[in-house]
């Protein structure tokens, strides 16, 4: 009888053992697979935002900026008995851009510049103008490509087509070329960034009422824009 009162407190102790070991199993392995589930829910949101950050990033729009430029133009009529007639225009005005951004092709940057001389020469002589309004507007359209080596730095470059109307003492102006521009940005805050644009082209200035008293041979100028940008929605990033 105590023989089988051992057997029977031995086999009771070994199953409740048992027993405990299995739930405590049960529940590690019902916690291992609730953290998967929670890590692999977490992984999927951090996928969708990522995602969802790509196409915001990727999407089309337009990006605007303005400020102050300056201008350069010279005009030759080459001679052969004497040195070349050379007449120089310094102009300085507002200008605005509009380029696109995420085209599928290309992007293309359009500026456009109104413009007051206050300087005239021929030859290196100062000349005098001898009307008061005078002015000149100057435009500029191409393909652009951009470099960002640097977190703060963001280069730019597009050759492109030229066109510039000026009215001078003498005549109306028109000139018609190929420009090469570029530039680098410089990004202050989130929304604000500063811009520094040079231009060099080379143009056929006779494309107005000069073309049949006095055309010029070439006419080639230089040009610098200073500007700033100012975007709500697409941020510089300069807290990432």
């Not at 089988?4 to 739930?23: C, V, W």
């Not at 040009?223 to 697409?234: A, E």
Request: negative net charge; charged residues 20%.
């Amino acid at each position: 009888m105590k023989k089988f009162a051992f057997a029977f407190i031995l086999i009771f102790s070994a199953y409740s053992l048992f027993s405990q070991t299995s739930a405590e199993n049960e529940i590690t392995e019902s916690e291992v697979i609730e953290s998967e589930e929670n890590e692999n829910s977490l992984a999927k949101e951090s996928t969708k935002e990522k995602v969802e950050k790509i196409l915001l990033d990727e999407e089309f729009y337009f990006s605007f900026d303005n400020g102050f430029a300056l201008l350069n133009v010279h005009r030759i009529q080459k001679e052969s008995k004497n040195s070349n007639f050379v007449w120089q225009d310094s102009l300085a005005g507002l200008y605005f851009t509009a380029k696109t951004k995420n085209l599928s092709l290309c992007n293309l940057k359009f500026r456009m510049e109104g413009l007051y001389p206050f300087l005239h020469q021929f030859n290196g002589m100062k000349q005098f103008a001898k009307q008061t309004i005078l002015y000149g507007f100057d435009f500029f359209l191409g393909p652009y490509e951009e470099w960002k080596p640097f977190k703060y730095l963001t280069f730019n470059f597009a050759p492109g087509i030229h066109y510039m109307y000026q009215l001078s003492d003498e005549y109306h102006l028109n000139y018609l070329g190929l420009a090469l521009n570029a530039g680098v940005e410089f990004p202050v805050f989130e929304r604000w960034t500063f811009l520094l644009d040079g231009t060099f082209s080379w143009d056929n200035a006779n494309l107005g009422t000069n073309k049949d008293i006095q055309p010029f041979d070439y006419s080639w100028q230089w040009q610098t824009t200073l500007g700033v940008r100012y975007s709500r929605k697409h941020l510089n990033g300069l807290n990432r």
